[in-house]
């Protein structure tokens, strides 16, 4: 029978057929737009990312999410930098169709759900830099076609799974910064495709499995920073493909192939520091001729060290810390052969047992900021080739042989910034040329034989926070220059020497001061009262000298002083009572003249730590420092008529006290503990006693919120100090990581323009729960951000007291902000990136100076890898605030300085034009660096906040006064400033040291002005 259709039958079927399709897209999109609603009630938005996930617009169209064009199922998630946190819902399992996940750059908490195991479409997988923790689930090996799997900078912890090697199709891997543990899965070698494999920063322990070397495409092999021990398998060195080799600080150990630079020609970067090594360094490594990083550093390496004349890219070269060199005349030899490298910028081979003299050929190194030849048996003297080096930045002599005169011509080397030459054999005078490196911040020349005096021209280096003199024949005065630099911040040291005269009274200056070491010398005079305005001063030693006269009781002023050494001086007077409320936990009063009696509390109650043998005059004290009793005076009767009424008197006032404490007590049910206390030489404070001094934590008492936590104004009772509390909100994820990061920070760096912490709570609260603040030094005018953009009223009104800054003062903070910065980034001992400055960021004291705070998202770089490591790709960036966050984070680069520069830029174009980054005006493309750049230079005046030029009468009419064209031309170079600092390539970025002196050209014009 012939079946025969009409065409409205056909019709009919066809209509049939698009409904049921139509309906099966429907379900299908219904189950996609569930999963991304339940996705969101897990997290924690407070930017806004996830406002278009509402039924206004279809799922499709939501911020983040992008759909196949062919069944409108959702493909990719991409929430990244968003400031989310909150948990991955097992609901992510549901989006069938997900090909990426990018959720990196956020602050997610808690487990990866195992339920990503159902994404079998699933081809990238980004989680870095959040809080995630837990093991990474077994069923993300049935995700078979993942290429890209990014977990780096969590808290992961547990063993990899074993069948991970499953993943076929995987060509990047990075679990870098966890807490990874047990050994890499043998399975790892069965990852035929891989070309990333990133597993530095863990606990994995074992030894690196042999089926590594199966892994031929490999490009970058990072194991570094684990407990790795054995031998390296030797077909690890046999792949030709590897770029990168990260074998450092582990627990390694046997030599290294004499092949490996014929074996890995294209290698750019080798590290096999900070592990067991031994043998030789293989003379074929002069064959990569791609290698841009070397490192050989803390190893027991020996023998001589070979040519390198084929390294001609190396940029950073460290061999330091090993056991190499033969003792022989000819033993640095090699650095001839590295006269080839033009880019070679940091050269490190101390602490080995190299000898002879430093060649000549030194001098051909032009392009070196680094070098540092420490810690080894050099003789000879220093090459007055020095002075060629002209961009050195850091020159270490520290601990050699090297003797005869120090060579003026380093006065040339005017880009230098730390100069150790401390424990050589120096002789003659220091060379006045010194004071011509303005932008030093570290000089030590410790134990030498130097002679003469100190040169004066070291008041010029106004950006000195250490000086090291000591142990050497210097003589005559301290020149009140030196004492002048309130730069200087880490310590002073004129110790051993003989310096004599009085103390100058400018010593007042060195308020940011931490530590001072005068003593061995014969300084005379009485002690100068300024002194007490060094309230930074940790650390004071002036013994073996010869002060006369009494302690000044300025001293009481420095709350921070954990040790004083008076001793074997001629001080005379009591002993100041005070001292027991200082934080003092070494006193030495010894060999002088005092008299009367010895205070018990505080230091003095720690007999160990406390001297006083040698003064015949005093009396009392505790039993174990073995005084006579302190006579008393027989009364006379008018006297013990006195005597008995103020007796009477005390214990009726007694009586009270008594009675008023009992009823206190009754209210309170218990006694709270207080701490202003001592321990550790640290100010103690306990919850309690922040409750009380923020009046439990009071509205009234808010100074402003952040990500992390409340700062509220206090006063301590202990020493009626006028602090500034930020309570931490544990409950945020980040919140203790954000605590530790920013003590750890703080512990390590001080500057006059760094918000100054006095100390930390760690406890519990009245509930039990846990409890972390920390107490930082108030500043009466608040932050940057209030002063900039004043809060506005519902009425429209400012709801505070008016108040603007001027344009002299707005330079004078920024210029603040780039010393703190220049200090951070280049003067630090180890860089540090702040990664959140913003306005808010930035605190102003009573006098309108700059201070940066909140370091919480801080991070600190090898010194010497950062400009490496800001050109490489990676899953870790850094969480910021929103319009200052630098764009290459965006693209997965690794923190660097860079992003610091970029968010000062935009700082400092926000301060002049008196717009955020984040105002409604910049769209389409239109940001501030455009809209600054777009005005340059004719139509600058028309973008400055107006606020600047209110109180300017004539400012249309006098365009051509020659008052007015200064300050035109002083607002141009700052926006170009701003504009190259917030360049979106950061080759474009102007450096921290460019921009200070900079900024003081353009202050000093300003000022000449007005």
Not at 344 to 363: K, T
Not at 576 to 603: I, K, R
Not at 605 to 632: H, I, M, Q, W, Y
Not at 962 to 970: A, G, T
Request: hydrophobic share 40%; charged share 15%.
């Amino acid at each position: 029978m012939e079946l025969r259709l009409s065409y409205a039958t056909l019709f009919w079927l066809l209509c049939c057929i698009a409904t049921t399709a139509r309906a099966q897209v429907v379900r299908s999109n219904d189950t996609d737009r569930l999963a991304l609603l339940e996705i969101k009630v897990k997290m924690i938005d407070p930017l806004g990312t996830l406002g278009s996930w509402n039924s206004s617009i279809h799922f499709c169209q939501w911020n983040g999410v992008t759909c196949g064009q062919r069944h409108w199922r959702v493909t990719i998630l991409d929430l990244q930098s968003g400031e989310l946190s909150g948990t991955i819902s097992p609901h992510v399992g549901n989006l069938s169709f997900l090909r990426v996940l990018n959720l990196q750059n956020n602050s997610f908490h808690s487990a990866i759900p195992p339920e990503v195991g159902r994404l079998s479409r699933l081809q990238v997988l980004r989680l870095s830099n959040n809080s995630l923790s837990g093991p990474v689930p077994a069923s993300v090996t049935h995700c078979s076609n993942l290429v890209s799997m990014i977990l780096a900078q969590n808290m992961l912890e547990g063993k990899v799974p074993s069948n991970l090697g499953s993943l076929s199709k995987l060509r990047q891997l990075d679990l870098r910064g966890n807490n990874f543990t047990g050994a890499i899965p043998l399975s790892v070698g069965n990852l035929s495709s891989l070309e990333y494999l990133m597993f530095s920063r863990n606990n994995f322990s074992g030894t690196v499995p042999d089926t590594l070397g199966n892994l031929r495409n490999i490009k970058q092999l990072a194991l570094g920073e684990n407990y790795f021990v054995g031998a390296v398998p030797s077909t690890i060195f046999n792949i030709t493909s590897m770029e990168l080799l990260d074998l450092g600080i582990s627990q390694l150990e046997g030599s290294l192939p004499w092949d490996m630079g014929i074996t890995l020609p294209n290698l750019n970067y080798l590290s096999v520091g900070s592990n067991q090594f031994t043998g030789s360094i293989p003379k074929s490594i002069s064959n990569m001729s791609s290698l841009s990083v070397f490192i050989m550093a803390a190893n027991n390496f020996n023998g001589d060290v070979p040519s390198f004349r084929g390294l001609s890219e190396v940029t950073w070269f460290h061999i330091g810390g090993n056991n190499l060199g033969d003792g022989q005349a000819n033993d640095l030899n090699f650095l001839c052969s590295l006269t080839n490298s033009i880019n070679l910028r940091i050269v490190d081979i101390s602490q080995n047992h190299f000898a002879g003299s430093i060649p000549g050929c030194i001098g051909n190194l032009s392009g070196l900021s680094m070098l540092s030849l420490s810690d080894n048996v050099l003789s000879g003297s220093l090459p007055s080739v020095i002075k060629n080096l002209i961009n050195l930045e850091y020159l270490s002599l520290w601990g050699n042989n090297i003797s005869g005169i120090i060579p003026p011509e380093i006065g040339g080397l005017i880009n230098m910034k730390q100069l150790h030459l401390g424990f050589c054999k120096f002789t003659g005078q220091i060379p006045h040329t010194l004071g011509n490196l303005t932008m030093m911040t570290h000089l030590s020349l410790r134990e030498n034989n130097l002679l003469g005096t100190i040169p004066s021209s070291f008041g010029k280096c106004q950006s000195l926070i250490l000086l090291d003199l000591g142990d050497n024949k210097l003589s005559g005065a301290i020149p009140p220059e030196i004492m002048s630099l309130s730069s200087l911040s880490i310590y002073a040291d004129f110790s051993l020497n003989n310096l004599t005269g009085e103390l100058p009274v400018e010593i007042g200056n060195l308020k940011n001061l931490g530590e001072l070491d005068l003593y061995g010398n014969k300084f005379s005079g009485e002690i100068p009262a300024s002194l007490g305005s060094c309230i930074s001063m940790e650390y004071l030693y002036m013994q073996d000298n010869m002060f006369t006269g009494p302690i000044p009781s300025t001293l009481s002023s420095l709350k921070g002083l954990q040790a004083l050494n008076f001793s074997n001086d001629k001080l005379s007077g009591k002993i100041p009572q005070f001292l027991e409320d200082l934080s003092l936990t070494s006193l030495g009063l010894a060999f002088n003249d005092f008299e009367g009696t010895v205070p018990m509390q505080g230091v003095f109650a720690n007999t160990s730590g406390t001297s006083v043998v040698g003064n015949d005059k005093l009396c009392g004290g505790l039993p174990e420092l073995r005084l006579p009793k302190c006579k008393t005076v027989r009364p006379t009767t008018s006297r013990v008529r006195n005597v008995i009424i103020f007796t009477v008197s005390g214990i009726l006032g007694t009586v009270l006290v008594l009675l008023l404490v009992y009823f206190l007590w009754q209210r309170k049910g218990r006694k709270m503990s207080d701490s202003g206390s001592s321990i550790n030489g640290h100010l103690k404070v306990s919850y309690q006693s922040l409750l009380r001094a923020t009046d439990g934590f009071s509205s009234a008492n808010l100074i402003g919120t952040g990500s992390f936590g409340s700062v509220f104004r206090g006063v301590l009772d202990s020493n009626q100090m006028t602090v500034a509390v930020k309570v931490l909100n544990l409950a945020h994820c980040g919140a203790s990581k954000s605590f530790m990061a920013e003590c750890e920070a703080l512990r390590n760096i001080r500057h006059r323009n760094l918000v100054k912490v006095i100390t930390a709570c760690s406890g519990f609260d009245y509930k039990g729960n846990d409890f972390k603040a920390l107490i930082y030094e108030f500043m009466v005018n608040g932050s940057l951000d209030e002063w900039l953009h004043p809060q506005i009223g519902t009425d429209g009104e400012r709801e505070d007291a008016p108040r603007k800054l001027s344009l002299l003062q707005r330079v004078n903070i920024a210029t603040d902000v780039a010393c703190a910065f220049d200090y951070l980034h280049h003067q630090s001992e180890t860089p540090v990136v702040h990664c959140d400055l913003k306005p808010s960021n930035i605190l102003l004291d009573d006098e309108m100076n700059g201070h940066v705070g909140d370091f919480g998202l801080v991070r600190f770089l090898p010194e010497a890898t950062q400009e490496f490591l800001s050109n490489q790709t990676s899953s870790i960036g850094v969480r910021g605030s929103l319009g200052y966050i630098a764009p290459e984070y965006g693209a997965g680069k690794n923190v660097s300085t860079d992003g610091d520069v970029y968010s000062y830029g935009i700082l400092i174009l926000e301060m002049f034009t008196g717009k955020r980054p984040t105002d409604g005006m910049f769209t389409d493309g239109l940001n501030l660096n455009s809209f600054a750049k777009a005005a340059l230079p004719e139509q600058v005046m028309h973008i400055v906040d107006p606020i600047l030029f209110q109180d300017s009468q004539d400012q249309e009419n006098s365009r051509e006064n020659n008052r007015f064209l200064k300050i035109q031309e002083c607002l141009v170079s700052i926006m170009e400033i701003g504009v190259l600092c917030s360049s979106e390539l950061k080759e474009n970025r102007m450096k921290m040291p460019d921009v200070v002196a900079a900024l003081q050209t353009i202050r000093k014009k300003l000022v000449a002005a007005f």
